[in-house]
């Protein structure tokens, strides 16, 4: 059974800084690259950094240069380090094998919200 537990969000104020962690289950994360996503109110979830296994990253336009994703193999974990954030940062963030269509995904963890605001 795929499991997905994302944790280390919460409340900042703009330009500060945020690292979200989240443990997968080993089926996925040895198998496939990893993403992270995120889903503010009334928009669609997007994906905004994807990692290998290799570790080759790729980010979003709005938030490369501010967003760092990283994994450890060996605890089947990836983060996120998010400096810098902006008001339109808010959202709950998931992670999640990295896809074009977050919709084509079956099974998804709680999330965790993300609030930016002084």
């Known amino acids: 059974q795929v499991q997905l537990v994302e944790s280390g969000g919460g409340l900042v104020q703009p330009g500060g800084s945020l690292r979200l962690s989240c443990a997968a289950s080993g089926r996925i994360f040895n198998s496939y690259s990893m993403g992270w996503y995120r889903q503010a109110p009334w928009k669609q979830r997007e994906l905004v950094a994807t990692i290998t296994n290799g570790g080759s990253t790729n980010y979003a336009d709005s938030v490369k240069g501010r967003f760092t994703i990283s994994r450890d193999n060996a605890k089947n974990t990836v983060y996120v380090q998010m400096n810098s954030l902006k008001t339109e940062d808010p959202a709950v963030y998931y992670c999640?094998?990295?896809?074009?269509?977050?919709?084509?995904?079956?099974?998804w963890g709680q999330g965790i919200q993300v609030t930016v605001s002084s």
């Open positions: 999640n094998v990295a896809h074009h269509d977050p919709l084509l995904l079956p099974t």
